[in-house]
Nanobody, 124 residues
Framework: QVQLVESGGGQVQPGGSLKLSCTVS????????IGWFRQAPGKEREKISC????????AYTDSVKGRFTVSKDNAKNTVFLQMTSLKPEDTAVYYC?????????????????WGQGTQVTVSS
């Protein structure tokens, strides 16, 4: 069965950096997408990024462009979300998710397998 496990969350000061990991297991195809999402208390879940495993393309929502970067370690089957220049409004529980996908990265996907989430707190 497909499983996703996030790690790397924690507390950081404004302007700092964190690197989240999403380790994927049980996916038997090379054609899938990994999405990163976040949900702050009292707010709706927000799409952050998409990584297409088919061609390595990425897509980001405007609020994180230029600050967040997605990459993958194929040997470890792990997708990373490198977050820099963090702001208090980045505080949220961050989730990764996966779905079968054959195209380039796009934020307009519906995901069917989710990780458990990891807390990121940006505070001085």
């Amino acid at each position: 069965q497909v499983q996703l496990v996030e790690s790397g969350g924690g507390q950081v000061q404004p302007g700092g950096s964190l690197k989240l990991s999403c380790t994927v297991s049980g996916v038997t195809s090379d054609y899938y997408a990994i999405g990163w999402f976040r949900q702050a208390p009292g707010k709706e879940r927000e799409k952050i990024s998409c990584y297409s495993n088919r061609d390595g393309t990425t897509a980001y929502t405007d609020s994180v462009k230029g600050r967040f970067t997605v990459s993958k370690d194929n040997a470890k089957n792990t997708v990373f979300l490198q977050m820099t220049s963090l702001k208090p409004e980045d505080t949220a529980v961050y989730y990764c998710a996966t779905t079968p996908w054959w195209g380039v990265a796009t934020l307009n996907l519906i995901y069917d397998r989710w990780g458990q989430g990891t807390q990121v707190t940006v505070s001085s």
